[in-house]
């Protein structure tokens, strides 16, 4: 009987281990994805220099360029959430959101005006890692944050 217990105890302690594993590897993927979607986004913007849209535009490139890498298109209006919010407050009292973050994919971009000079701006880009699970998915979001060179300035290389 002693051994029935000591290996019970045993197989549920390589369940969970198992199980945290693999919830790690799935947070790191997700993680992953998020940043990669948030690098293309940024660099979209900084080839049509500036968040265009219509027809042939950035927003259009993006949308395209999300569906073929698999990001998740949801309704949620995470853009409007007091850490995006919080966080945007501490780089400028003034921004404005580019896109219609509840009518596609899960991405938010800002546009900011540059102090230093009054016809320069740049964007800040806010993407989500998504989890797919029931419970953990709709109350764990975490935003990532990326910024555009300053647009409409020269750089000397």
């Known amino acids: 009987m002693r051994e029935s217990i000591g290996n019970s105890l045993l197989l549920y302690l390589v369940v969970i281990f198992s199980g945290v594993v693999i919830l790690f590897f799935v947070g790191i993927i997700s993680y992953s994805k998020a940043y990669r979607v948030k690098n293309r986004i940024v660099d979209v913007i900084e080839k049509y220099n500036g968040y265009t849209t219509g027809e042939n535009s950035a927003e259009s490139e993006i949308n395209a360029s999300l569906s073929e890498m698999g990001y998740t298109i949801t309704n949620s209006d995470f853009c409007n959430g007091s850490s995006v919010q919080n966080h945007l407050?501490?780089?400028?009292?003034?921004?404005?959101?580019?896109?219609?973050?509840?009518?596609?994919?899960?991405?938010?971009?800002?546009?900011?005006?540059?102090?230093?000079?009054?016809?320069?701006?740049?964007?800040?880009?806010?993407?989500?890692?998504?989890?797919?699970?029931?419970?953990?998915?709709?109350?764990?979001?975490?935003?990532?944050?990326?910024?555009?060179?300053?647009?409409?300035?020269?750089?000397?290389?």
């Not at 596609?104 to 800002?110: A, F, K, L, Q």
């Not at 009054?118 to 419970?135: A, D, E, H, M, R």
């Open 89 to 157: 407050k501490n780089i400028s009292e003034s921004f404005v959101l580019k896109n219609n973050p509840t009518s596609g994919y899960n991405y938010c971009v800002y546009e900011i005006s540059d102090k230093s000079s009054s016809n320069t701006k740049y964007y800040v880009v806010v993407t989500f890692v998504n989890f797919n699970f029931p419970i953990i998915g709709s109350m764990l979001n975490i935003p990532i944050y990326g910024e555009t060179k300053i647009l409409g300035k020269s750089y000397n290389y």
